[in-house]
């Protein structure tokens, strides 16, 4: 019986390592709202305990198998998805409903120029790296498999009902203030694990539309996006 209850308790707390790393994410992204004027040092501690989180919880990593074959293929679905996002937010009439981001301009904001290129190489780090790897094993490891069936370690690595995937393209567009970009991204990757069975495959997707994404940002000077 003290075997079983064990065993039970080990599957009711099984969602923890999952789902600790984005709420650290999300609760340090709340507080750059309200700190505006530490932005930049509440996103380098953002990094680094979500980081932290990640490496304390790596029991999740099993998750993510490096396969190759994945690469060339998600590198050019990321670009896609990248110009999906820029194109229908730039020219789809969808309501804002969810708000608009704060736009943080480096250059207006940081007068300090090595200050400046150390957030600016940690902001890459943060959304090449890190929110990639974090998101997939998050997003389309834990919940859609959670929100189509609780018991979620019972199922593959892209196995889900139709229900999940709605619930997991819901919610991750609900996180977005650009959400039918978010929502199309969430259902393409949703698409994507079903069809590979590869988280590996969604974090490669996923760190090739961030980069997209942030060179665009730098470049363009569309900094709403960040």
Known sequence: MVGLDTTAQAHRTSWLPYVAPMAFFLGLTALEGQFEGHYVWIYF???LLTAAALCYFRETWKDVRFEAKWIVPCVALGLALFAVWIWVDKNVAYPHFLGSRTGFNPYEKIADDGLRSAFLAVRFVGLVLLVPFME??????FVVRY??????????????????????????????????PAAIFAAAMGLL??????????????????????????????????
């Open 136 to 141: 997939e094993i998050f997003w389309r490891s």
């Open 147 to 180: 929100a189509s069936k609780p018991d979620f370690w019972t199922l593959p690595i892209g196995t889900f009902t139709w229900t999940g995937f709605a619930i997991m393209v819901g919610l991750f567009a609900a996180a977005h203030p650009e959400w039918l």
């Open 45 to 47: 501690a953002k990094v």
């Open 193 to 226: 694990v079903k069809y590979s069975r590869s988280i590996f495959a969604c974090i490669v997707t996923h760190a090739v539309t961030n980069l997209a994404l942030g060179i665009y940002v730098v470049t363009r000077s569309d900094w709403n996006y960040w």
